[in-house]
């Protein structure tokens, strides 16, 4: 279903997860991140033993720039019914984190956070203070940047930095030019002379 609301203005802060429909079997809170530690340590005393998925999303022109959400759920400990197996409690809690903030790292809690901090780091640039391997884990290590970054230059900063050959944009083929002939021998000689042999 579609937002009702009108788009927000760019650079003004609006809270994404407000605009979208109630989640029924799950909570959404948000929480500031000097309190985020805390918080997850009390939800999974209150039975939250399971994290789901820890991941991060770019909003670029909002402040805070980023959100860090954390998908927790939580079993019954105790003899269920059918019932409430079946239904269990689900929480989201999302964190909205600056460009260079850090975030406490959850690892020593949920196992399961080791990867996901260090996916979130790779592509993000989101550093978790206290993970025991914060390296990359997708990109090679002397990868630049971070590549879900909505300031990530399509190409990749790598190739941005050199220049595309004229035969690129197809700015040597004459318009109407039919596909057989000599397209592709003048395409190829257009290469050889870009490349200097």
Not at 9 to 36: K, M, Y
Not at 62 to 88: C, I, M, Q
Not at 119 to 133: K, M, N, R, S, T
């Amino acid at each position: 279903m579609p937002s009702t609301q009108t788009p927000p203005i760019a650079g003004a802060a609006i809270d994404p997860p407000s605009l979208r429909p109630p989640i029924d079997d799950a909570a959404i809170e948000r929480v500031a991140p000097a309190q985020l530690r805390a918080r997850l340590e009390a939800l999974k005393g209150e039975g939250c033993a399971m994290l789901l998925d820890l991941g991060a999303v770019d909003y670029q022109l909002r402040k805070p720039r980023f959100d860090v959400v954390y998908h927790l759920l939580a079993l019954p400990a105790k003899k269920a019914s059918v019932n409430e197996v079946g239904t269990p409690k689900r929480m989201r809690l999302l964190c909205g984190v600056d460009d260079g903030e850090h975030l406490p790292s959850v690892m020593d809690l949920w196992k399961s956070a080791d990867w996901a901090e260090r996916e979130v780091y790779d592509l993000f640039g989101i550093v978790f203070d206290g993970h025991a391997d914060l390296r990359r884990i997708q990109m090679p290590h002397d990868w630049e940047g971070h590549p879900l970054r909505k300031d990530y230059p399509m190409r990749g900063p790598a190739r941005e930095r050199a220049p595309r050959p004229s035969f690129a944009n197809k700015s040597n083929v004459v318009a109407g030019t039919p596909p057989a002939g000599r397209t592709l021998e003048a395409l190829q000689e257009e290469v050889k002379r870009a490349r200097g042999s």
